[in-house]
């Protein structure tokens, strides 16, 4: 555990030796707190009890152990530079590329013997690319949940091997032992994410696809580990150069969504949504079905930061954003395009002919669910309750209002403003913008955002 502030004298940590007081896991809120707990006494529990029964290593176990926590460190040793910038870059869920060490002990020893590989190389790990981001309460969790999926994947290829239906080695051993330790591991972090944070979407808590098969592909390397230190350990020398390709390809894609999404709110933002909404129109050239495009305005949001300060505006914004997430599909394209303003992309909506009805459906959910927001938050005085929100919907339809995205967002913008000056917290459709003017004045609203 973690030195953190002080607790003496009140909460959980109180009553406890000093630096025990003083550990961060007092200060996680009640309910997160015991989660983390019993993860980490299971893992030790369990361990405490299969060590009791464990026999002595034999030279076989000892050389490999002694190899694997030699291939671990040396990996970390070679990647941690790329470590730190993807554990900067990336979210709640974060890949261990390190379970290529913890997976081949799982194969190649038994449990204890694994557990104990699994926190040598993850305690270092930490030390060269975790800490000091990664508070050791953290840390000590991260290794609960390894050592568990590492003793909860051998059982299982145990079991199946002592039936006598398969060995170890075989493929759909391996492949089960694989889906196991996945599992479990997803299922200890997904719980106590879900704990800390309920109202959590499900790919936030779980992680993305692509990061699930990520792990599923570092499992697999850790199989082909265990095979060639079987075999011949100099083999493992054929396992770093694509196990270092896969950490830079992953960074590489990481960078690449840092990029696009705005940092307050997780969506898009402006560059990335641009790209992506012109993309999506001339694929629509291809396809039938309407477009649209919806640009939304909180209204009155200097108040919020008035009033409550900006880390509550933050927390303001981050809650529409959800909000509008929550009312479009998977599909659809939503982005920030700065300050309160956000902008919707919505993909086929229908029939030729259907799609203003179904705009304008999808416009009032929006709206309606925006003016229904309760934004909670804690702050030095007490619990703060943000409501009362509203929001101003602008929109344009593909392609009666137009086939180009800056013309769609002109449309758009100006029904907007006609919303604001309509008594705000409505929607408008559809309303063409004013001819061209010589020169566009340089503050007005179409000024700022087309005047190049």
């Given amino acids: 555990m973690s030195p953190g502030r002080s607790t003496a004298g009140a909460g959980p940590g109180s009553g406890l030796p000093g630096f025990v007081a003083g550990w961060a896991i007092w200060n996680l809120p009640a309910r997160l707190m015991a989660a983390v707990l019993t993860v980490e006494i299971t893992a030790v529990a369990l361990v405490l009890v299969l060590a009791v029964g464990e026999p002595g290593p034999d030279s076989r176990t000892i050389r490999d152990v002694v190899l694997l926590v030699v291939f671990g460190l040396l990996h970390t040793e070679i990647a941690h530079g790329v470590e730190r910038v993807r554990r900067r870059v990336n979210g709640e869920v974060h890949v261990n590329l390190s379970s290529v060490w913890f997976f081949a002990a799982t194969v190649l020893l038994p449990p204890v013997w694994a557990a104990l590989?699994?926190?040598v190389v993850h305690l270092h790990l930490w030390l060269r690319s975790?800490?000091?981001?990664?508070?050791?309460?953290?840390?000590v969790f991260s290794s609960a949940t390894v050592v568990l999926s590492c003793m909860s994947a051998s059982g299982v290829m145990s079991a199946v091997a002592a039936d006598g239906t398969g060995d170890r080695g075989d493929v759909y051993v391996l492949a089960l032992?694989?889906?196991v330790f996945l599992t479990v591991n997803t299922a200890l972090v997904a719980g106590v994410i879900a704990v800390n944070s309920p109202q959590t979407d499900v790919a936030s808590i779980v992680g993305e696809w692509d990061e699930n098969l990520l792990e599923i592909a570092t499992l697999c390397l850790g199989a082909l580990a265990a095979a060639a230190i079987a075999i011949n350990p100099w083999l493992v020398a054929f396992i770093f150069p694509p196990l270092l390709v896969l950490h830079r390809a992953v960074l590489v894609r990481q960078l690449e969504v840092a990029a696009n999404t705005d940092g307050k709110t997780g969506l898009l933002n402006a560059a990335a949504w641009h790209t992506q909404a012109e993309r999506e129109l001339r694929r629509a050239e291809r396809r039938s079905g309407p477009r649209a495009v919806l640009v939304i305005d909180l209204d009155h949001f200097k108040a919020v930061n008035d009033t409550h300060g900006h880390l509550a505006g933050d927390r303001v914004l981050a809650a529409v954003a959800d909000a509008l997430n929550a009312e479009v599909r998977d599909r659809d394209l939503v982005g920030r395009f700065g300050g309160e303003e956000f902008v919707v992309l919505l993909g086929a909506l229908?029939?030729?002919?259907?799609?203003?009805?179904?705009l304008q459906t999808v416009a009032e959910r929006i709206r309606s669910r925006i003016a229904a927001l309760r934004v909670e938050m804690p702050t030095a005085d007490g619990p703060l309750t943000v409501a009362g929100l509203s929001a101003s919907v602008g929109c344009a339809l593909y392609p009666d209002d137009g086939r180009e995205l800056r013309d769609l967002l002109q449309v758009a913008d100006t029904a907007l403003y006609a919303a604001k000056r309509a008594g705000r917290n409505v929607v408008r459709m559809g309303i063409q913008p004013p001819a061209p003017q010589p020169l566009l004045a340089e503050d007005s609203p179409q000024g700022r955002r087309y005047g190049q």
Avoid: C, M, Y
Wanted: hydrophobic share 30%; net charge positive.
């Fill in 130 to 139: 975790a800490r000091p981001r990664n508070p050791l309460f953290k840390h």
């Fill in 177 to 179: 032992g694989v889906l």
């Fill in 350 to 358: 229908g029939e030729p002919g259907t799609g203003g009805g179904e």
């Fill in 117 to 119: 590989v699994a926190v």
